[in-house]
């Protein structure tokens, strides 16, 4: 028969207190080299205590007090590692890119329907004129009217760097929603796809139709390249997770989907500064005739390459 | 007493020992949720008194600064929108303020912390789960879930676990006033539950009725003291003697 319940307390409870003390201080970070090794050798026997509790006190409160107390302890314990910023260096110079190669299928099928999305919506209006009233949005269908940019308003109204970081947080937002409703099945990442697609794809042939072709260029041509790029590598995510969801393969669908989401996010993660930099040239560059539209154009091809330089060779020298 | 009705997250440790961790559900993720979107509103409610403030003021003073101040609340928005629950989950070990009161935590399926990666998976989720409004989907989700896991979490691999204020000090507390009856020498031991049933009791006392504290107080005596007539009358004269008499008894058992 083990020791009494109380007694066993009594006996323990110092060493419990101690370990309880340590992890407070570990929290706060002010932990010294010694008491780490104390906090080790402490958790040990908390664990062989909530072993011994398992066996002889289940179901009581000192059970349920050591699984609490491992729990915390194994959590600071099997921290993952903590050197952030030389993590966030080795993800943009390897992890990133690679990433994004080797789930290349998903992000050309992404295109794929993207592009589609830009053909029937460019199809429909450009056969049939009237189909623009019910696919381009009827503010935009005035300025298009008019025979004016919707975009040359907003450098009036609002300073460039105010506009840069609105569209910034705007586009982020687009990005994510099309990566997360890939837990859809993959069904909410092919309704934003396309659906955005049809939209650019109805806009610019509506503005073509109007004789508005050259501004349109003018304006998208700058941030467009990279842009579009970092819409479709969410959807390339967004569609990741909605495979694993329907397709799991040889795993557990739960599991297929954690392995899935870890990778797919980091193509969201990576996209996201990118992002950033794009909303300021479509902030300070693109409305507005400062530049000339083939200066423009020459920016966009440049940036648009330079992306995906950066993403089919970044990390491919260094061991595969 | 006993946590069968609320499911745990079982981990096996590298030191070959089983844990078992409470899962947190609907409700307590509902609170957490709560105080964290109520710390948000105070916070723009601040932002925005400052920042009309600045906008408006009178002096002009503060007039060539507008634009950047507008750049920071559009950075400001997003931030709370979006980076608010990854930040803070990676900076204070799977906790938001929100979580850190109500005693909730995020971790891994195997029991682990969370890194980035999983954090920012879920919180970007949060957007799935809130459709089509009120965290529909996620509450869905997590009632049909074993763990109460939202759609989120599913995807980052990652759940919630409540922290317990556990008191030890019900078990070495000592009694109140000298016991009327000392030790009745012959006596059964007490088995772990028995002592948790008897701790569990003394606990609660003062809070209960004094018709079922008398009771419960009379039901535990007559099953653990082992008592002759005489001294049964005498613990059981008022309900501090009897309880008095239950704390010795635990007491004895050491």
């Given at each position: 028969m083990a020791t009494p319940l109380p007694a066993f307390v009594a006996r323990r409870r110092p060493d419990w207190d101690t370990l309880k003390d340590l992890l407070a201080r570990q929290r706060a970070g002010t932990l010294r080299l010694e008491e780490l090794r104390t906090l080790d050798v402490l958790y040990r026997k908390a664990a062989a205590d909530l072993a011994h509790a398992q066996t002889?006190?289940?179901?009581t409160d000192v059970h349920r007090f050591l699984n609490q107390l491992c729990g915390q302890a194994y959590g600071a314990i099997y921290q993952p590692p903590r050197e952030r910023w030389a993590a966030t260096l080795a993800f943009f110079r390897r992890d990133f890119p690679r990433a994004l190669r080797a789930n290349g299928a998903f992000v050309a099928a992404s295109t794929g329907l993207f592009v589609l999305g830009i053909l029937l919506g460019a199809l429909v209006v450009l056969l049939e004129p009237r189909g623009a009233e019910l696919l381009v949005p009827e503010h935009l269908r005035d300025f298009i009217a008019r025979k004016e940019m919707w975009t040359d308003g907003i450098l009036s109204v609002a300073p460039p760097n105010a506009v840069a970081s609105g569209i910034a947080t705007n586009n982020l937002t687009v990005i994510i929603v099309t990566f997360a409703s890939g837990i859809l099945l993959g069904l909410g990442t092919v309704f934003t796809l396309i659906n955005n697609g049809v939209h650019l794809g109805s806009v610019g042939a509506l503005c073509v139709h109007e004789g508005m072709g050259p501004k349109l260029f003018d304006f998208i041509a700058a941030h467009g390249p990279v842009e579009l790029s970092i819409i479709v590598i969410a959807g390339g995510a967004g569609l990741m997770v909605g495979q694993a969801l329907i397709d799991p393969g040889e795993l557990p669908r739960g599991q297929a989907l954690v392995l899935r989401g870890r990778e797919a996010v980091k193509l969201v993660l990576g996209c996201a500064p990118f992002l950033a930099l794009i909303a300021v040239v479509e902030g300070f560059v693109s409305p507005g005739d400062f530049f000339s539209s083939w200066m423009k154009g020459v920016l966009g091809l440049a940036l648009g390459a330079l992306f995906w330089t950066y993403l089919l060779r970044a990390g491919r020298d260094e061991l595969a | 007493m006993d946590s069968a009705a609320s499911p745990n997250l079982d981990v096996a440790t590298p030191e070959r020992v089983a844990l078992s961790l409470p899962v947190a559900g609907i409700g307590y993720r509902c609170l957490a949720y709560l105080i964290d979107i109520v710390l948000l509103f105070l916070f723009w409610v601040v932002a925005y008194f400052t920042f009309t403030l600045l906008v408006s003021d009178v002096l002009g003073f503060f007039e060539g600064l507008s634009g950047f101040t507008r750049t920071l609340m559009v950075v400001g928005v997003f931030a709370t929108q979006w980076l608010y629950w990854t930040v803070c989950e990676v900076v204070m070990g799977g906790q938001t303020p929100g979580k850190r009161l109500i005693g909730i935590r995020v971790v891994r399926v195997d029991g682990s912390p969370v890194g980035v990666l999983e954090s920012a998976v879920r919180n970007l989720v949060r957007v799935v789960d809130f459709l089509p409004g009120l965290y529909a989907t996620g509450c869905l989700s997590m009632l049909l879930t074993r763990q109460h896991r939202r759609l989120g979490d599913l995807l980052a691999g990652t759940l919630l676990v409540r922290e317990e204020r556990i008191d030890l000090d019900k078990y070495t507390a000592p009694a109140a006033e000298a016991p009327a009856v000392s030790a009745a020498s012959s006596r059964m031991r007490l088995a772990p539950e028995d002592v948790e049933l008897i701790l569990a009791f003394l606990t609660r006392a003062p809070q209960l009725e004094p018709a079922a504290r008398t009771r419960l107080g009379t039901k535990l005596v007559d099953r653990y003291g082992g008592l002759g007539e005489e001294e049964r009358a005498t613990v059981l004269a008022s309900p501090q003697a009897t309880e008095s008499f239950l704390r010795t008894r635990v007491q004895a058992e050491r």
């Open positions: 002889f006190y289940a179901g | -």
